[in-house]
């Protein structure tokens, strides 16, 4: 059975701390890894990973896939009263778009 | 950009009725839509993968019967949860395939209360 799994399951921090976001998975044949953050509705999308060792950026915020690890983090630099949701890691195999997510981690960042 | 839409976004019923839920591609086609549960405090499950006019595929221990799917047209595929209890009460989420582009989107989910 494919599994994820994300740590630490919360965090709490204040504005301006760096945060690293934790994702493990066990998927077959693995194709993709995809971050999202969820707040009050449906995920949105943050990044797709499918290479070993080439980090995504996005502002502040960047990830890293490690397949001999089965593993990615997400980093957040500067954290601001916005990055404040849940953080989602989702892992894909070869049917495209049918993920199994971690628990996700609730990050909050107090100003 | 590319939308997935759900509705409606809440809903509030009693206990033994049913209930439909659609999600709607808005200006794309979507060959394939997926289905998520989300209870409070805990992440997405699927349950089920909708293709267009073929019977879903659902995940293990999710009743096939109780949560119906339906994939009539490249843009809407349908979650009806039947004779809904308390215990259904959750957060449904749809995500969808586009059919040229391949990226996959998700809805805004549709949050279920069964009293």
């Known amino acids: 059975e494919d599994k994820v799994v994300q740590s630490p399951l919360s965090l709490v921090v204040h504005e301006g701390d760096t945060v690293t976001l934790n994702c493990s998975y066990e998927v077959t044949n693995f194709r993709s890894l995809l971050w999202y953050k969820q707040e009050k509705k449906a995920p949105t999308f943050l990044f797709m990973l499918?290479?070993?060792?080439i980090e995504k950026k996005s502002g502040r915020l960047s990830s890293i896939l490690d397949k001999k690890e089965l593993s990615s983090i997400l980093n957040i630099t500067a954290t601001q009263t916005g990055d404040s949701a849940i953080y989602l890691c989702?892992?894909?195999?070869?049917?495209?778009?049918?993920?199994?997510f971690g628990q996700g981690t609730i990050l909050t960042v107090h100003p | 950009g590319a939308v997935v839409s759900q509705h409606p976004s809440w809903v509030i019923c009693k206990s033994g009725t049913s209930v439909k839920i659609e999600c709607r591609s808005l200006d794309f086609q979507a060959t394939t839509m997926f289905w998520y549960r989300q209870f409070p405090k805990q992440s997405l499950m699927l349950m089920a993968t909708s293709n267009e006019g073929s019977k879903a595929t659902y995940e293990q221990g999710v009743e096939k019967d109780k949560f119906l799917i339906n994939h009539a047209s490249l843009t809407l595929s349908t979650l009806t949860v039947t004779s809904a209890h308390p215990e259904d009460s959750s957060f449904y989420i749809c995500?969808?395939?586009?059919?040229?582009?391949?990226?996959?989107?998700f809805g805004e989910g549709s949050r279920l209360t069964v009293l």
């Open positions: 499918t290479s070993s060792g």
């Open positions: 989702a892992a894909g195999g070869t049917s495209y778009g049918k993920l199994t």
């Open positions: 995500s969808a395939i586009g059919r040229h582009t391949g990226e996959l989107f």
